[in-house]
């Protein structure tokens, strides 16, 4: 980053965030979202990406896709 603060640096982005449901990536879906960010997210399963579609009401899109999955990923 070159000057500014990250708020700024977000705001109006659009982000994806792997692994959006938990650990690291649920962290930097929710700094994203609290900084402005559009955010999309992808999850493991159906039932997480319910989780985090009902703690972010806000977000663009979450869809399960496990990327360890090649044929899921093409």
Avoid: K
Wanted: aromatic share 0%; charged share 20%; no cysteine.
């Amino acid at each position: 980053m070159t000057g500014g603060t990250l708020g700024a640096e977000l705001a109006g982005r659009r982000i994806l965030v792997v692994g959006g449901g938990s650990g690291i990536g649920r962290a930097i879906r929710l700094l994203a979202l609290e900084r402005g960010a559009q955010v999309a997210a992808t999850v493991l399963d159906a039932a997480e990406a319910a989780a985090v579609a009902a703690e972010s009401p806000e977000i663009a899109a979450v869809r399960p896709l496990d990327v360890r999955d090649r044929a899921a990923t093409g």
